[in-house]
């Protein structure tokens, strides 16, 4: 049989489509089948999250009522009721304290409008000028803590209990501070020895600050509404801080950083462009996402009817693995980026819980956590500094000092030790555009 040019070049011709052929089939097997593993992890990640929302939403319960619901959210609670003697909508099994908590805490996020942020603000602000002028010109390193702790204290007094924040006492605030963390801590503990000392001076300290709140009854206490509102506050707003002003890599972030800083307050104001609010909220939306508040949200299930005891057990939903579960949030999931924001899947807006879901979520959700958050964040990198202004944090970890992907440690003890540090070097090159 002759072989003719023309035979060689068609079955050339051939064997290129079928390699090719080939080859697409290859591709589409492999791709499919890590379309198939992926679709199952994300699966899976839905299946997880959706078991932890179902205790933080109360709906593990099955059919439910109020009652139900206090019960359960009260019994993991009891350690604050020993701890703090407080009765609000966390601790209370009765309806109607808990009714009064929430209409209490209500009545006055409702009532901030624009005028009332951009007040909020500028009290911020002045708070914070208070706490740092006595520190000069941190010659010597500061503890990040003394500075933010009574920040935030003060500045929530505001709003709830119309305190004027240049009649406090400073000293009055870091002894009021100290206490509510040496008493949180103490409440974790088997043994509570510390706890009569403490508490004595906690309600000292808070007689001499709220002096029109005292005698009060139990449901009636100042620190049914300084519990939420400032001991969950104080970390976050540190923490994201800290995360957007000294650890961002990333150039779009640094920058709308900057913008939100430098804006600040105007965008509260109506007639400004809601989009350049939305860039700021996602800050404290971000912050919230990587270090909410509460990281594990604990429930008493019902007593197992076999369990002979009839004791209920307490179930966790674990709210930390929720916002940083790689299938949900992407391979950056431990990353500090606000922009993530603009555009969240179904699987992430159900993941997302930092102020609880369903019917009990906290009453800040709406705009008042966010707000308050980004506003006492913006009032530290304009008032403390940022690492563009010259301000260091050293964390007292060599990882953390040096790596500045590394996600930061949250616990309640893990910030006690960061200081700042001004590098009056960088300082001055900033003064001088950047010219040595």
Known sequence: ??????????????????????????????????????????????????????????????????SDRLAS??????????????????????PTIYTHSVTTAR?????????????????????????????????????????VRPLVFIAMLHPFFSVEPTQISLDDVGEATDMINLLWMESKKTSRTGLHEYQQRLQAALQRILPHCFPCRQEKHPLNIIIPAYETMWRVVLLTYVSAGFRVKDRETAEQFRQVVEDCPRYFNKEIDSDVLEVALNFAKEGLRLYPPTKRIRRTAPSDPLNVQGDPHV??????????????????????????????????????????????????????????????????????????SGLKIRFDNAELDENLSEVLPSGRMDTEDWVCEMNFTDAMEQGNGGEP
């Open 1 to 66: 049989m002759k072989v003719t040019k023309g035979t060689i070049l068609v079955t050339a011709i051939l064997g290129v489509i079928i390699a090719v052929l080939i080859r697409k089939f290859i591709v589409s097997i492999t791709t499919n089948y890590h379309l198939r593993q992926q679709e199952s992890l994300s699966s899976k990640a839905r299946q997880d999250v959706r078991r932890h929302r179902a205790i933080v939403d109360f709906s593990f319960l099955g059919p439910n009522n109020l």
């Open 73 to 94: 959210r009260a019994t993991p609670n009891e350690r604050l009721t020993e701890a703090f003697g407080i009765q609000n909508s966390f601790t209370t099994t009765c």
């Open 107 to 147: 009545s006055v996020i409702q009532t901030m409008d624009s005028n009332k942020w951009i007040d909020f603000f500028h009290v911020a602000e002045a708070v914070l000028d208070r706490v740092v002028n006595p520190l000069g010109e941190f010659e010597t390193p500061v503890y990040l803590v003394t500075i």
């Open 315 to 388: 179930v966790a939903a674990d709210v930390e693995k929720c916002h940083r579960d790689a299938r949900i949030w992407g391979p950056d999931a431990k990353a500090f980026r606000p922009s993530r924001f603009r555009e969240l899947t179904d699987a992430m807006k159900e993941a997302y819980m930092p102020f609880g879901a369903g019917k009990h979520q906290c009453p800040t959700a709406s705009k008042f956590g966010y707000r308050a958050i980004i506003v006492l964040v913006v009032a530290l990198a304009k008032g403390l500094g940022t690492l563009d």
